[in-house]
């Protein structure tokens, strides 16, 4: 019997703080939720245009250390399956002299023990799962990265003085 009323009064209190939790939820007023989507739910907007791909074949600079390089231009049509990677084309120790691309890191010849294969390897075969084609477009949110080596430059001038 106690037992009983123990699982009611646990069931009341869930029910109690649900019922609370969706009158707060709904008491929050339409202009005070922030969204990127610009309409209400129930309207299908229009979609922006597609921005163009940057292709400029100019290596951009990192923001920071082990970040991917991004590919500095268009791979539309690239074929990139378990038969045939495109980038492998250009990129391969083989073609870079052909080719002028840089080599892609040595890392990407390692096994998951650091053993450096003969091939590329598994792990690192779909190259779009870490390095992607830039924009031009702007921004969707505010940005304020600061790059590490202007943090340790601003660092060391106040130390200065």
Known sequence: MKTLQLVSAIGLLAFGSLMMT????????????????????????????MQNVRNTDVKEVRNYPMQPPVIPHKIDGYQLDLKVNKCMACHARSRIGDSQAP?????????????????????RYFCTQCHVPQLDAKLLVENDFVDMEHLIKTNTEQKKH
């Open 22 to 49: 969706a009158v707060s939820a709904a008491s929050i007023p339409e202009d005070k939720i922030d969204t990127l989507r610009q309409a209400p739910i129930n309207v299908e907007p229009t979609p922006p245009a």
């Open 103 to 123: 080599m892609v890191s040595v890392t990407h010849y390692m096994d998951r023990d650091n053993n450096f294969l003969a091939e590329l390897s598994p792990r």
